[in-house]
């Protein structure tokens, strides 16, 4: 599958891969301070999500493969490799099953277990989206809003909209095959998966999504792992602390 990326700068090639119902986009202001750093930055749509290649099949198995293809259709060589939270997951399979290829991996807010499916509102409200006829944004606001109240995450949301026609909005993301898959999105590590290089796990101090309970699991598949808290910010780490963020990667870079 040929995975949508946008390339910014030059040098070692770093690698970003978004969350569930996520895109590239929403690592653009970082990707730009990685690049000026020196990095050639690819943000990358995971399959179903974004520009990216619609796909039945939706497990971490083939979004690992896809990073794999992405990585030798662009001939790249000593990978850093980021995500968060899904793709968090993704970037953990993808380093246990292709080793060689990945240098350093960064891993934000999200630790091998198992997590119980909780998109389901988000989910019933995007298809309400999908289904309604909608001429702007703020419409389409004002029907997930009966399903979503945060205002971020809707606009989070809402950055999957594009005009499909003159006058009708819709969705860039799979959004049927990523409902009928949820229960993968939740799935952990393979027992057996391991990565022993170096290894960031990025905590938002205001999410629980990794608690002091996981550090004995993640060193197990990670034996390399060091675990970051980044004061001031939630799940969304690199959103809600910038600074925080890529300071603690660039230091461990």
């Known amino acids: 599958m040929k995975l949508h990326s ?38 990358i749509d995971q399959r179903n999500h974004g520009r990216s290649p619609h796909s039945e099949a939706f497990n971490y198995t083939e979004l690992a493969k896809d990073i794999q293809e992405y990585i030798q259709q662009h001939s790249l060589k000593n990978v850093i490799l980021i995500g968060h939270s899904m793709g968090g997951k993704a970037a953990m ?22 997590y119980p499916p909780h998109h389901q509102d988000i989910l019933k409200g995007l298809k309400a989206v999908d289904e309604a006829t909608l001429e702007s944004r703020g419409e389409a606001d004002e029907v ?5 109240s945060q205002k971020a995450v809707r606009m989070f949301l809402l950055k999957n909209l594009y005009w499909k026609e003159k006058n009708r909005l819709g969705l860039r993301l799979n959004l049927e095959v990523l409902t009928r898959e949820i229960e993968k999105v939740g799935e952990a590590l393979p027992e057996d998966y391991v990565y022993s290089k170096p290894t960031l796990f990025i905590k938002g101090e ?11 699991l993640i060193e197990k598949h ?32």
């Open 206 to 216: 205001r999410s629980n999504y990794i608690t002091s309970e996981d550090k004995g």
């Open 6 to 43: 946008n390339i910014l700068g030059e040098g070692q090639p770093l690698l970003i891969l978004h969350g569930f119902l996520g895109m590239s986009d929403n690592w653009k202001t970082l990707g730009n301070d990685f690049a000026e750093a020196g990095y050639q930055v690819h943000l």
């Open 93 to 114: 399979t993808a380093a246990a099953l292709f080793p060689n290829l990945i240098e350093k991996l960064v891993v934000v807010d999200i630790a091998p277990k198992y």
């Open 222 to 253: 990670f034996p390399e792992a060091k675990i970051s808290v980044i004061p001031r910010a939630g799940h969304w780490v690199h959103a809600e602390n910038k600074k925080g963020f890529y300071d603690e990667v660039m230091q461990f870079l």
């Open 144 to 148: 997930l809003s009966q399903y979503v």
